[in-house]
Every structure is written in C-alpha cells, then in structure tokens.
C-alpha cells in the first residue's frame, strides 16, 4: 500500500507539469523540503523555493511534457528513498519543440501524519571529467 501511494506522487508530478499546477504540485512535496535542482544554487530549501523552479519552467514552455522511467523504490514504515531517470520536454515558448534530456533523479520521502510526501530531491547529469560538460544526450 505504502509502495503504490508513492509511485502516486510521482504520477501526480507528470500530472502537475503537464497541467502547469503548482497547487497541484505543492501537494507533493513537504514543506521544508531540501532539493538539489539542476539549476544553482547548489540547494533550494523550502517549499516555496521547490515551486519557484517549477513555476520558472512554465514561464519557459508554452507546452509541458514530463516523463519518469524506471522508478526503483525502497520503502520502509515512515522513510523511503527511490531513484529513477526523468526527462522534461515540450514546446518552448515562442520557439521550437525540444526533446529535453534524461536526467539522473534521487527522492527522499517521509510518511508525515500518515501521508507520504517528497521531502528531497535531487537531479544530475553525468560530467565529462575531463572537459568539465555535462553529457546531457545519455539515454537510459
């Protein structure tokens, strides 16, 4: 049971970036969350911080599109974590249609009076060591 209400909430953030809905989205997530986002700086703390990145990519795209594969929990009575590779795409404002790329996704989450909500996240890319890039045309 625990298992399928967190898989739920990784099928209500495709829901929430598909729709733009940060209510939607805030609904996931706890409020003292820690992420380690793509973008700088190296940690967003809060739940506000959390939306603001969401709410920057809907200013960038006209249309959304979000896609997780291979989701691998581990699930305990009141902490999980689970990993798996994400990939945002869509139509970007005034401009072209992208493919995104797939990024490396991390999430903690904690049963908080009896709900299960993401409570950090973190999202990589691999680094080419020697030219110091990110390798962000990876399949998994």
């Not at 809905?21 to 809060?46: C, M, N, W």
């Amino acid at each position: 049971m625990d298992e399928a209400e967190i898989r739920g909430l990784a099928d209500k953030i495709i829901r929430g970036l598909r729709a733009k809905d940060l209510e939607g989205l805030k609904r996931v997530y706890a409020t003292d969350i820690v992420s380690f986002d793509i973008e700088p700086p190296l940690q967003h703390v809060g739940i506000e911080a959390k939306l603001k990145n969401w709410a920057k990519v809907f200013t960038l795209f006209e249309g959304v599109n979000y896609e997780i594969r291979d989701l691998t929990l581990t699930v305990g009575d009141e902490v999980a974590f689970g990993h798996a590779f994400g990939r945002l795409s869509g139509v970007l404002k005034g401009g072209p249609a992208t493919s995104g790329m797939w990024v490396r996704v991390t999430f903690g989450f904690r049963k908080i009076d009896g709900t299960w909500l993401i409570t950090h996240d973190q999202v990589s890319v691999p680094l080419d060591v020697e030219s110091g890039k990110g390798m962000t045309g990876l399949e998994p």
